[in-house]
């Protein structure tokens, strides 16, 4: 199947089961429950309005949460107190779809004379094409991709229209352009927003096999927008399961899960090939493990409808998959200290310390987390 992605209209700016520990959620977890399957609140009283409220807005997931009440024809049900925060969270979420629109035009303006299309990745992409994630979607930066060797035209392109380095420690500026895929951040020095210039989705320093110019081949050009493009739906995939399950870091965890769960659902009714050209579009990068997660945790947390022939690709050994299970299904929990228990920290701690393995050798590694733990804090502040 041919994918064509038409510009989103954004204001004028087979169910698998899968016998994981993480299908039941934490006791104390009301969200989860509720995104998974909207009808259970029906019998919930005020504490547990208050509960779920809290821990939707602690994830990034209130607007959210308020689209998928709204898109089941639920919110009429939900009593008027938590319903006036999620009127609130929708509000803000199409302030946000609004500057996403306003800050696309501004980029790709200022890149025009690189003469190749901005990639849009993850939350600008869907915002662009309108995706199911794009709704109630709260934005944190704009990330894009460009070709490798023009990423220092595009700085400087980017500095002259007005977006500055948010990195000036020396140590950051060799850490983001001698081993990550992206340039430092930037941002706005008037209007404070933020961009991330990658030219692939995972460090050249990590283990994985992503040439950024695959990426840019198979990218669909934007209906309507000529100087714009996305990724390709197994890519767009595959992108958020690694930036979920290898970067180590879960502060919006449940978030990016949820931007998973809707994104096969909707590329899977639209492709009946969808399934397996992303098992072979991961298998190419070296990526089956990301998204083995993604795809057992989707269906275990979420009920997405995972084929079972694609659950059994990439997955570890199964003591090593039990012991990630008891980590992640931690990490995947709203960040809520309802959500916590004694074993939580101490999970998120090593599956930080993972992230960073699987994205730097040990030679590289070892004096970087000795430089974060010890020595960062001790160097003077440049403000």
């Known amino acids: 199947m041919k994918y064509q992605f038409r510009s989103a209209n954004l204001p004028s700016m087979s169910n698998a089961f899968v016998p994981a520990p993480a299908r039941k959620p934490a006791a104390s977890d009301r969200l989860t429950p509720l995104l998974r ?60 779809r609004a500057d996403v629109a306003r800050e696309l035009r501004a980029i790709t303006a200022a890149l025009a004379p690189l003469g190749v299309p901005v990639i849009l990745l993850k939350g600008a992409a869907y915002a662009a094409v309108d995706l199911p994630p794009a709704d109630g979607r709260l934005f944190g930066d704009i990330d894009v991709l460009l070709p490798r060797d023009r990423l220092a035209e595009a700085e400087r392109l980017l500095i002259r229209a007005g977006w500055n380095g948010a990195k000036t420690d020396a140590y950051d500026q060799r850490y983001y352009r001698d081993w990550m895929h992206e340039l430092p951040p930037l941002q706005h020095e008037r209007r404070q927003t933020a961009i991330d210039v990658h030219h692939t989705i995972v460090p050249p320093t990590s283990r994985f096999a992503v040439d950024g110019k695959r990426l840019r081949d198979a990218a669909v050009a934007v209906v309507g927008a000529a100087d714009l493009a996305v990724l390709a739906p197994a890519d767009m995939v595959l992108h958020s399961a690694v930036h979920l399950f290898t970067e180590g870091e879960f502060g919006r965890g449940l978030r990016d899960l949820c931007d998973l769960d809707l994104l096969l659902r909707h590329f899977a009714a639209r492709d009946p090939h969808f399934w397996d050209g992303l098992a072979a579009r991961a298998v190419s990068f070296a990526l089956e493990r990301a998204m083995h997660y993604a795809l057992r945790f989707a269906a275990c947390l979420l009920e997405t409808p995972v084929p079972d022939r694609l659950l059994a690709i990439g997955a570890p050994a199964p003591l090593a998959e039990a012991v990630m299970d008891r980590l992640f299904a931690r990490a995947l929990r709203p960040p809520h200290p309802s959500c916590a228990d004694r074993l939580t920290a101490p999970a998120l701690f090593l599956l930080y310390i993972r992230g960073h393995y699987l994205r730097m050798p040990l030679g590289l590694l070892m004096p970087h987390l000795f430089r974060k733990a010890f020595v960062a804090r001790f160097e003077p502040s440049s403000a």
Do not use: S, Y
């Not at 009808?39 to 994830?59: K, N, P």
């Not at 998928?68 to 929708?90: C, I, N, S, T, Y």
């Open 37 to 96: 399957r909207p009808l259970e609140f029906v019998e919930w009283g005020d504490a547990d309005w208050d509960l779920a409220i809290r821990q939707a807005r602690r994830g990034g997931l209130l607007a959210r949460l308020e689209a998928q009440l709204r898109r089941h024809d639920l919110l009429h049900e939900v009593p008027p107190a938590p319903r006036a925060h999620l009127d609130a969270a929708r509000i803000l979420a199409m302030k946000h």
